[in-house]
């Protein structure tokens, strides 16, 4: 009874963004249990023409489910997607996720304060987040299939709680993957010259929104005539500190650190024991970004991104970049699949099982 409710549930939501061959082969998902109430759970993908089952696996009440052998890195991004023009063209593209960042600032430089598409020192733009977020919403509308998932870059605290009116009413009617961003700590390197959004009030807003990933990051200096520099134990254990006191820790929402490309490669160490010690709470990945003429050593930052995999890691970064990794070239050979429906699924089967599991709770 338990279970079919699941099966229903989990079906419905991915067959909403999914309508595309899938090579169910590709794909393995494992729930993870905890105080077991023995409910066996398929997870069931409908092809264009069928359902697969895709695996099978049991958990409990506060069980997680683990997903394996989805290629991040192939999840493909508009970065900046920050004006009218740019947002037109994005919707047009063929990619997968669309950035962007919020400021409190004025549509077309008139009339009162609100939140708009810009980045700073910017705070005038076409674009209110408002008016964004309904035309990504209709766009995914029509669109059945080839959604386009959404990352808010909130750049200041005032301006996230300035927009949690218009997140809470288009949120929860969003079937495609929603990620809130925000630097919430000091990071490197020694960068002191932009205020961290205060983590208490990001996460004690983004608890509203359990199907969104938190994207939670560290403020950066860095550019071409870096060389040296990483993200430090300290700056690490910060970060695990702010997801421990406000207990993100069992929220079990996804996590995901965007790092510096330059920076994370030099930083393995570090940022392996940082997801270790999340990741037995929270499922969390790395997005590594890059702004361009950025120095990167490549070789470091290749050898970064196989010793997570590319299940764990999302990489948005320049072309050029993302070429010269090569990540093709890992000497096995890889199945191919469309990234953004394992994604979007993954991340439904997350909130769709939180769900089920807060209404057992009950
Ligand atoms: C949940 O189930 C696992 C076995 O799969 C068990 O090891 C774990 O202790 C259980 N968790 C709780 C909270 O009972
Ligand atoms: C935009 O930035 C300018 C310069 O910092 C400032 O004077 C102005 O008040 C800001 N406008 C809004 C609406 O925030
Ligand atoms: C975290 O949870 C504990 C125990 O439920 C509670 O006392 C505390 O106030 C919570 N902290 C935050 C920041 O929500
Ligand atoms: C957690 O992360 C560590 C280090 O990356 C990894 O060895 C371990 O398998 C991960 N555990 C899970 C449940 O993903
Ligand atoms: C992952 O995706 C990238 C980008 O599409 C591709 O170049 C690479 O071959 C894939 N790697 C693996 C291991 O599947
Ligand atoms: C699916 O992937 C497997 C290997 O993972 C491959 O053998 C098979 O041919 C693929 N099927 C399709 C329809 O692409």
Sequence with gaps: MKGSMIICMLACLAVKINGIALNVSAYHYELQ?????????????????????????????????????????????AHA??????????????????????????????????????HPP???????????????????????GAEKGVKLDFKSIEVFEGALDILDATIPKMSYPIWLNADIINGPVEALSSTPVDPARFFAGCMRYKQAVLSI?????????????????????????????????????PITFPVRAGIAAQSEEQLHKLLASVNSTNECTLTIWSSAGDYVDVELLRKLIFSFGVERVYLDVPAELA?????????????TFNSLVSFGFVSLCFWAVSSWLQMQLK
């Design 81 to 118: 997607v920050n004006s009218q023009q740019l947002l037109a063209e994005a919707l047009n593209a063929d990619i997968d996720m669309i950035e962007a960042d919020i400021v409190l600032g004025q549509l077309n430089g008139e009339g009162e304060q609100l939140p708009v598409m810009a």
């Design 33 to 77: 249990a905890n105080q077991l109430v023995n409910v066996p759970v398929a997870i069931v993908l409908q092809d264009q023409l069928d359902y697969a089952l895709i695996d099978m696996g049991r958990f409990n009440k506060t069980g997680k489910v683990v997903s394996k052998a989805a290629n991040l890195t192939a999840i493909s991004w």
């Design 217 to 253: 990051g560290w403020t950066t200096r860095w550019g071409p005539d870096y060389r040296e520099g990483m993200y430090t134990d300290a700056q690490c254990s910060a970060m695990l500190q702010s997801i421990q006191d406000n207990n993100v820790t069992s929220t079990g929402q």
């Design 323 to 335: 070429a010269q990794l090569d990540l093709g070239n890992t000497g096995k050979a890889t199945a």
């Design 122 to 144: 910017a705070n005038i733009s076409d674009l209110t987040l408002e008016d964004f977020l309904h035309q990504i919403k209709a766009h995914n509308e029509v669109h059945e």
